[in-house]
């Protein structure tokens, strides 16, 4: 039996000059390289202490400033750095420079407005 199911259209791959389509980031030929290229969190400063103090600025600021901007009370679940640090420790531990959001707010603000910065580390 054939399924009716629409799939999604192929992609070009992510690899420089390569003009192969995948249903992912990166074809068959070109993934292996391309699998360890982002730090992971604790790498990029995510660990322990960020988890304290990020658990710490939620409880003092518990709404979204987004949300709230526009007349809504959702709560923030996110610290977002305003201004991406870039792997910059002293701009990703000054806290005039985070802000806290909702899921929704800090994804649709990392896809449009820190989307292709690049990162030091």
């Known amino acids: 039996m054939v399924s009716l199911v629409p799939t999604k259209p192929l ?3 992510k690899h420089q000059g390569c003009p192969k389509l995948t249903n992912g980031s990166y074809c068959d030929e070109h993934k292996e390289i391309h699998v360890n290229d982002r730090a992971n969190a604790t790498r ?3 660990d322990t202490r960020w988890r304290k103090a990020r658990n710490r600025f939620l409880k003092a600021n518990p709404l979204c400033v987004r949300c709230k ?3 809504k009370l959702i709560k ?8 991406p640090h870039r792997g910059d420790k002293v701009l990703f ?5 985070w802000q806290q959001l909702c899921k929704k707010c800090h994804d649709n603000k990392t896809m449009t407005e820190d989307r292709y910065i690049e990162y030091k580390f």
């Open 11 to 13: 992609k070009p791959c």
């Open 44 to 46: 990029r400063g995510y």
């Open 69 to 71: 901007a526009e007349g």
């Open 76 to 83: 923030a679940t996110v610290v977002d750095h305003i201004e």
């Open 93 to 97: 531990w000054d806290e005039s420079n």
